[in-house]
DNA sequence: CGTGATCTTGAAGGGGGTCAACTGGAGTGG
DNA sequence: CCACTCCAGTTGACCCCCTTCAAGATCACG
């Protein structure tokens, strides 16, 4: 299963040069990157005010902001991937969700002072800061700003919303098949491929955020690969048929009627097992 | 188990002769009542220009806003609670959670122009009506109403979170009592009893909120009241113990140190049951 | 009181949690 | 270069908890 792909996958799109750059402090830009980040007009950035906004570049690793810590600022991703989780008292680390390029982060902290959730970034990344009483304060607000806030926000509440989609079907392959479909369609919005990719994040992650065991993950990537609906190698997956993916992440609680979906042929020695499931999908 | 209590617990505090007024058609009312319900500051509220408002009244059952629909407004919810879900293809109904006053309910369609989700009332309620384009329009902004709105917000954002902490958990009784945590916790907040409540909706919405079927939210009720944890009849529930369901509500997947519930005993017959999960749970 | 919806309880069967062992790649230092 | 360690990922085996189906109990409402 492994090294027939690998190499061809795309490689992190940040230069590697940028190192120079010490971890954490910030380097300088405009409100005009913003706004054009956010897909903002050209028309409307020209007529923002030159307002200077810090970056903050994130190696790896990195703690973005801790879960408890005092709100000081919401962040807006330029470029990487991070991941948001909340750690319980017994050291659980539950995962809300992976943001990626464009999205909000740190707007949950507002109401309450503090960060209810950590974010780490699981590669090189960098995000815009814009401080909390930029937020809260009413004087000197921009216009274009305030519209790119609130979309980005209604954005992550309508995320969050798609959490309940992928823990809340029964079947674990049906929960990582929706985690797929949801990457999928992200990584055609950041204008990428949406049938190949490398997975950001490990399988433990995707466990938690799952909400299954990490062992029940790598069954159900095996599972998707029986099916010939993936093609999998580490954390590089290809999606070989697209709507019997969609049509599996559409199976919900008790059966599911898919009337065919050709390509879930499989070797023969597990036809069986997998006539079982069908069966089981089917009886509507 | 039924019978003892009851009439006891609190009725709808709003009065039948609201009756009068047509439902769903809009009664007026003023910016500063909204920004008095959200807790903002009678200065605040005086220097706030005298903008009308209209408010929408809803009885049990009515659909605040339907998955799908084009976004008109965004609601503040004035009294009363709502159930907000999303339905799937195949008709399953997956609830994301409830809300009552003060909390806001559609910000999740402004992004996309519809309304993701639907609410519907669980009783008797209202809710001021804040129509887009006085949200999107960046002209006449109070900035009062920005704070507020920025405030419900990020509590949304916040308790989509914690709809993965119910979720989560693995055993069923403990995702129960987390979400009886949480219930306890917001009618704290709204200054009523935080041990004592009436439940606004049914087991089969308990169960889609939890991800486990309602006959195990039944089981899981029957399990809480057999360790003396609560009583329960109907809808109508009291916290007995609350520093044990609080124990309880903090275990998490795998076994859990819980060094000793005093109130867990019950009745001899059962004992077996629970020293069985009991050491599970402690086994850490 | 009847009718339907909601809720409870029982029984059976399987899916996934849990534990354990193995594989493989990355990093380290000899 | 290899030995070694560490961690991520995979695979297997066991068994309990929850889903599912079915039936009864209770509640809400006209």
Redesign the interface.
């Known amino acids: 299963m492994a090294g027939t792909m690998g190499s061809e996958f795309g490689q992190s799109q940040f230069t590697r040069d940028a190192s120079r750059l010490r971890a954490g402090v910030g380097e300088r830009s405009r409100l005009a990157d913003l706004l054009q980040l956010m897909g903002v007009g050209l028309d409307d950035q020209r007529s923002a005010p030159d307002i200077p906004l810090s970056v903050r570049r994130l190696r790896t690793g990195d703690t973005l902001f801790y879960q408890g810590a005092r709100a000081e600022a919401i962040y807006f991703v330029r470029g990487g991937t991070f991941k948001s989780f909340?750690i319980?008292?017994?050291g659980?680390e539950?995962v809300?969700g992976f943001s990626g390029r464009a999205e909000v982060l740190g707007?949950?902290?507002?109401?309450?002072g503090y960060y209810?959730?950590a974010s780490v970034a699981l590669e090189e990344a960098s995000v815009y800061v814009l401080p909390m009483r930029d937020?809260?304060t009413?004087g000197q607000?921009i216009?274009a700003l305030?519209?790119v806030v609130?979309?980005?926000?209604?954005?992550?509440?309508?995320q969050?919303?798609e959490?309940?989609?992928v823990?809340?079907a029964v079947a674990a392959e049906v929960r990582l098949a929706r985690f797929l479909v949801q990457l999928s369609r992200r990584m055609e919005a950041c204008s990428q491929s949406p049938r190949r990719f490398r997975l950001r994040m490990g399988r433990r992650d995707i466990a938690?955020h799952l909400?299954v065991?990490h062992e029940t993950v790598s069954r159900s990537f095996h599972a998707l690969v029986k099916w010939s609906l993936l093609y999998v190698s580490n954390r590089e997956v290809e999606i070989l048929d697209m709507d019997g993916l969609l049509a599996l992440s559409?199976s919900?609680?008790?059966h599911?009627?898919e009337p065919g979906i050709s390509s879930m042929a499989c070797l023969a020695q597990e036809q069986s097992a997998v006539d079982q499931r069908a069966n089981d999908r089917q009886a509507?």
């Open positions: 909340r319980a008292e017994d659980y539950q809300l707007f949950d902290a507002i109401c309450m209810p959730t937020i809260l009413p607000r216009a305030d519209r609130t979309m980005a926000v209604s954005r992550a509440l309508s969050r919303g959490l309940a989609d823990m809340a938690s909400g065991a559409r919900t609680r008790r599911v009627e509507a």
